[in-house]
């Protein structure tokens, strides 16, 4: 194996707190916001940069309008379905009511917006409906699963995050019978006008998971300007350095990392869940991971999506929260658990040995900590000529024999 630096475009926002503060300034919300209003700001379950910062610039502009906010999390069926697991999620974060200056309330308990044309209940967060006004933040990005000009941003947030383990059970229910770009385009449009939504605040993260940009929006422009944002972020996208690989090792998955675990955007699983359809890259035919993040806090969801994986990932699993976030999302398959060895070394010689005629030692393989993290990755040395031709990729290493411990276990990258 060799080591190889990728080079991606690398916008980036240098002073968070001011640009959130400035961005949300040009929306002339003192107009619409009064003296001791009370702002429910949403934190969502995925591992956003500078979250935390993010959140408490977000918080000190309303304080400065004299207005009253708090957060909710909105995270739909995640941290286990309940109020307490899913503050202790964004607390993971660093967004604790001692660092962001306001209450968290956290809640599962939804009202009732009113019924979308396709026939279920518009459900919304308690605590966000009874506030004077409604600030959504989140990330803008390809979802794992969808496709279309909305996937993972401020609307889906609106309807998976602030519509609680309720919401988001009918809402996927309701994306096997219609298309998903249906759904969100009759649900956000409700929370917006009956759930007092006053603004956006989108965050596009670069290759490096950085912040590369931040956006305010006013509620009304939300719609219209999020699939701009989205062509952003695809724009800004890390990826896999090489379109064939054998067996992509993958050190760890999480719920911070992906709402799947693993992104499978980057991984060219998000057509077919073990194999790559005729128009995606990376082309890839094993996976193989090797551990849960601490923040994920067991929930393994994505699993499922991957050939191969070790009995600790099994072991660290919380079966509970992962059958949760299954089920709720209708994505039964994600939960289930692979072929597990006891050791690296076992693990990765079955996925090797799975490859049809092509023998282990002429396998490209490619290792990476997780799938946000592809700025540096290790490859086999079959890679090692194509690399060298590339102005994008940088040689780090000569190749090297892996090395596993006592126990058959590699260290971390």
Known sequence: MFRLRQTFQRP????????VRQ????????????????VAITVGSRGITGIAEIIRAIVRFFQEL????????AMGSHGGATAEGQQKVIESYGVTESYCGCPICSSMETVILGRASQGFDVHLDRQAAAADHIVVCGRVKPHTNYFGPIQSGLMKMMLIGLGKHAGASVYHRGIHDFDFQQIIHTVAPMVIEHGNVLAGVAVVENAYDETAHIEALAANDIISREPELLKMAINYMAQLPFDDIDVVMIDEIGKEVSGTGLDTNIVGRKSREHGTSKDERPRVKRIIVRDLTPKSHGNAIGIGLVEFTVDRVVQKMDIH????????ALHLTAAMVPIHYPSDAEVLEAGLGSLGMTLPSEANLVRIRNTLKLAEVECSANFLEEAHQREDLEVLSEPRP???????????I
Not at 23 to 38: F, G, H, S, T, Y
Not at 66 to 73: D, Q, R, S, Y
Not at 402 to 412: E, I, P, V, W, Y
């Open 12 to 19: 980036k926002v240098d002073n968070v707190d001011k640009e």
């Open 23 to 38: 961005q949300l300034a040009n929306l002339n919300l003192e107009n619409q916001v009064q003296p001791q209003d009370r």
């Open 66 to 73: 004299g207005a009253e906010p708090f957060l909710v999390p």
């Open 321 to 328: 929260a992962t059958r949760i976030n299954a089920v709720t």
């Open 402 to 412: 892996m090395t596993f411990d006592k126990d058959g276990n590699l260290s971390a």
